[in-house]
C-alpha cells in the first residue's frame, strides 16, 4: 500500500514495525531505508493529524452554532410569550388595577411575572400606542426630534461661521473658520394634568379605563409640550445670544407674499418648513387668497398646522407673533429623561364625599429652539 492511502492508524503501526528494524538491525543500508520511510510516513502522520483536527474543529463550530440557534430560538419563544402575557386580558385588567389602587405588592407581583428580571411593570402595548398616539395627533410635536438623555442637556449651535472657499494650486494657506458657538440647555420640567372622574370611570374595567384615562391626559400634556415650544420659539430674538439662537420677524398682515418673505428669511438648513398658525388666521389667509384670486396660494404650497397657542391675527396687538415659519426637525429638540410615557396616580379619598376620583398624568420633557435661522416669526403690523 502506499503511504498517500494510508490511515492514520496504519501509518502508526507501520512507524512502529520500522522503529523495531532499526533498532535491532545490523544492516547500514536497511537502517537508511527504514530511516527514509520512517520520514515520509511522518510526513503523512502530520497531514493526518492536521485534517482531524481541523474536522474536529469545524464539528465544535458547527456544534456551537447550532447551540446558539437553538439558545436564539429559546430566547425568542421567551419574548413572543412574554409579549402575549403582556398584552393578556389578564394583564391589562391587573395592569388597570395597579394605576387604580396605589399599586399594591399582590397586583404588583402579578404584573412583574413572566415578565422581565429588572422587577419593573412593563406597559401593555396597547396602553403604548395611546401614548405613541397622542404625541402624533401632535402635528407639531410629531415633528420635533426627540431623545431619552437622563438630566440636563447641553446643545451646541452654531451662531455665525465663515463659508468654505475654493483653494487655487499654489495660493497661500486658506484662513481658518471663524466659528462662533452658543449653547442651549434643555432643562426638563413635569408638565401635569389632573382630572376629576366619578366613581363610574373608575369602575370602568381593564382596557376601556385605561384608553379613557391615557387617551385624555396624554393628548392635554402632548399639547402643553406643544404650546411650551411655540412660545418659545415665539420669544426668540432677532439676533442670537449664547444661550438662544435667533429667529428673524417678517411684520406684516394675512396676505399674499406674507409667507413668501417669511421663507425669504430661513437659513438653508432650513430644508423641510412649514407654517404654524391658529385657525381663525388661516382663515384670514384664504379670506386674502380669495380676494386676489383662486389660483394664487398665500401658503405657497407649504403645509399649515393649527395651534392655540398663537392668537388670532385679528385678536394680536401690534408686534405680537401670530404665525411661525420653519423647520421643527432641523430647529427644536425634546428630550424625555424618563422615555415618553405617562406617569398616571390615582387619588380616590380626597373628594370622597362627592364621589369624584382625581387623576393625575405628569411627564418629564424639556422642549427648546436649538438652531439659528431655523423659524421665522411673522408679526401682526398696526390695527388700522
Not at 210 to 233: C, M, Q, R, W
Not at 291 to 302: C, H, K, N, Q, R
Not at 340 to 345: L, S
Given at each position: 500500500?502506499?503511504?498517500?492511502?494510508?490511515?492514520?492508524?496504519?501509518?502508526?503501526?507501520?512507524?512502529?514495525?520500522?522503529?523495531?528494524?532499526?533498532?535491532?538491525?545490523?544492516?547500514?543500508?536497511?537502517?537508511?531505508?527504514?530511516?527514509?520511510?520512517?520520514?515520509?510516513?511522518?510526513?503523512?502522520?502530520?497531514?493526518?493529524?492536521?485534517?482531524?483536527?481541523?474536522?474536529?474543529?469545524?464539528?465544535?463550530?458547527?456544534?456551537?452554532?447550532?447551540?446558539?440557534?437553538?439558545?436564539?430560538?429559546?430566547?425568542?419563544?421567551?419574548?413572543?410569550?412574554?409579549?402575549?402575557?403582556?398584552?393578556?386580558?389578564?394583564?391589562?385588567?391587573?395592569?388597570a388595577?395597579?394605576?387604580?389602587?396605589?399599586?399594591?405588592?399582590?397586583?404588583r407581583?402579578?404584573?412583574?411575572?413572566?415578565?422581565?428580571?429588572?422587577?419593573?411593570?412593563?406597559?401593555?402595548?396597547?396602553?403604548?400606542?395611546?401614548?405613541?398616539?397622542?404625541?402624533?395627533?401632535?402635528?407639531?410635536?410629531?415633528?420635533?426630534?426627540?431623545?431619552?438623555?437622563a438630566?440636563?442637556?447641553?446643545?451646541?449651535?452654531?451662531?455665525?461661521?465663515s463659508?468654505?472657499?475654493?483653494?487655487?494650486?499654489?495660493?497661500?494657506?486658506?484662513?481658518?473658520?471663524?466659528?462662533?458657538?452658543?449653547?442651549?440647555?434643555?432643562?426638563?420640567?413635569?408638565?401635569?394634568?389632573?382630572?376629576a372622574?366619578?366613581?363610574?370611570?373608575?369602575?370602568?374595567?381593564g382596557?376601556?379605563?385605561?384608553?379613557?384615562?391615557?387617551?385624555?391626559?396624554?393628548?392635554?400634556?402632548?399639547?402643553?409640550?406643544?404650546?411650551?415650544?411655540?412660545?418659545?420659539?415665539?420669544?426668540?430674538?432677532?439676533?442670537?445670544?449664547?444661550?438662544?439662537?435667533?429667529?428673524?420677524?417678517?411684520?406684516?398682515g394675512?396676505?399674499?407674499?406674507?409667507?413668501?418673505?417669511?421663507?425669504?428669511?430661513?437659513?438653508?438648513?432650513?430644508?423641510?418648513?412649514?407654517?404654524?398658525?391658529?385657525?381663525?388666521?388661516?382663515?384670514?389667509?384664504?379670506?386674502?387668497?380669495?380676494?386676489?384670486?383662486?389660483?394664487?396660494?398665500?401658503?405657497?404650497?407649504?403645509?399649515?398646522?393649527?395651534?392655540?397657542?398663537?392668537?388670532?391675527?385679528?385678536?394680536?396687538?401690534?408686534?405680537?407673533?401670530?404665525?411661525?415659519?420653519?423647520?421643527?426637525?432641523?430647529?427644536?429638540?425634546?428630550?424625555?429623561?424618563?422615555g415618553?410615557?405617562?406617569?398616571?396616580?390615582?387619588?380616590?379619598?380626597?373628594?370622597?364625599?362627592?364621589?369624584?376620583?382625581?387623576?393625575?398624568?405628569?411627564?418629564?420633557?424639556?422642549?427648546?429652539?436649538?438652531?439659528?435661522?431655523?423659524f421665522?416669526?411673522?408679526?401682526?403690523?398696526a390695527?388700522?
Amino acid at each position: 500500500m502506499e503511504i498517500k492511502d494510508m490511515k492514520l492508524e496504519e501509518v502508526e503501526a507501520r512507524m512502529s514495525e520500522l522503529d523495531s528494524m532499526v533498532e535491532t538491525s545490523e544492516s547500514t543500508e536497511e537502517i537508511a531505508k527504514a530511516t527514509e520511510e520512517r520520514a515520509l510516513l511522518a510526513e503523512r502522520k502530520a497531514e493526518l493529524e492536521s485534517l482531524e483536527s481541523r474536522k474536529a474543529m469545524a464539528q465544535e463550530i458547527d456544534n456551537g452554532a447550532k447551540a446558539e440557534v437553538v439558545e436564539e430560538r429559546k430566547e425568542e419563544n421567551k419574548m413572543v410569550k412574554i409579549e402575549e402575557y403582556r398584552n393578556s386580558k389578564e394583564y391589562v385588567d391587573a395592569f388597570a388595577e395597579y394605576i387604580k389602587t396605589g399599586k399594591t405588592e399582590e397586583i404588583r407581583s402579578l404584573l412583574t411575572t413572566n415578565v422581565g428580571a429588572s422587577g419593573t411593570v412593563a406597559v401593555p402595548d396597547s396602553v403604548y400606542d395611546i401614548v405613541k398616539t397622542a404625541w402624533e395627533k401632535s402635528d407639531i410635536m410629531a415633528l420635533v426630534r426627540k431623545l431619552e438623555v437622563a438630566g440636563n442637556m447641553k446643545v451646541q449651535f452654531e451662531i455665525s461661521g465663515s463659508d468654505a472657499v475654493i483653494h487655487n494650486e499654489g495660493s497661500g494657506a486658506v484662513s481658518e473658520e471663524t466659528l462662533s458657538l452658543g449653547i442651549v440647555t434643555l432643562v426638563p420640567e413635569s408638565i401635569k394634568k389632573w382630572v376629576a372622574v366619578s366613581d363610574e370611570v373608575l369602575d370602568m374595567r381593564g382596557q376601556a379605563f385605561l384608553d379613557y384615562i391615557y387617551d385624555e391626559l396624554t393628548y392635554k400634556i402632548a399639547k402643553k409640550a406643544e404650546s411650551v415650544l411655540i412660545g418659545k420659539i415665539a420669544a426668540l430674538d432677532t439676533t442670537a445670544s449664547t444661550s438662544a439662537p435667533y429667529a428673524k420677524k417678517v411684520k406684516a398682515g394675512a396676505a399674499v407674499g406674507t409667507i413668501a418673505k417669511a421663507l425669504g428669511q430661513l437659513s438653508d438648513e432650513a430644508t423641510n418648513p412649514v407654517i404654524v398658525m391658529n385657525k381663525a388666521t388661516w382663515a384670514s389667509f384664504k379670506a386674502a387668497q380669495y380676494g386676489a384670486g383662486y389660483s394664487i396660494d398665500p401658503f405657497e404650497g407649504l403645509p399649515v398646522y393649527f395651534t392655540s397657542a398663537l392668537p388670532a391675527l385679528t385678536d394680536a396687538n401690534e408686534n405680537a407673533v401670530y404665525a411661525i415659519v420653519g423647520d421643527f426637525g432641523f430647529g427644536a429638540l425634546a428630550n424625555f429623561p424618563n422615555g415618553d410615557g405617562v406617569e398616571i396616580k390615582v387619588d380616590d379619598k380626597t373628594d370622597m364625599k362627592s364621589d369624584l376620583v382625581n387623576i393625575l398624568g405628569r411627564e418629564y420633557i424639556a422642549v427648546e429652539p436649538i438652531a439659528c435661522g431655523a423659524f421665522v416669526n411673522i408679526t401682526a403690523p398696526a390695527v388700522g
